[in-house]
């Protein structure tokens, strides 16, 4: 059993701009006005669903030193 003298043969990676081909790949087509408008309202679906779920989770975030109001029980009022 014999080796080989390299693991890979990266001769072709040197050669590889000798051959290039000459078949074109067709031309994209472009979206059409409804895939457009459905991209787009469904980008702003996203941030619009991102920025209420922030302002509506700011005030949960927020610390303050003192609550507002103080958590007792009745019964010990009444004492």
């Known amino acids: 059993m014999f080796r080989r003298r390299e693991a890979v043969p990266f001769s072709f990676v040197a050669e590889r701009n000798q051959f ?7 031309p994209r087509q472009r979206p059409s006005v409804s895939q457009l408008t459905g991209r787009t309202l469904t980008g702003l679906t ?19 030193a003192t609550p507002a109001h103080s958590q007792q029980s009745e019964a010990t009022e009444r004492r």
């Open 20 to 26: 290039r081909s000459n078949v074109t790949p067709p």
């Open 46 to 64: 996203i941030v619009a669903g991102l920025v209420g779920s922030l302002l509506l989770g700011m005030p949960s975030l927020e610390s303050s």
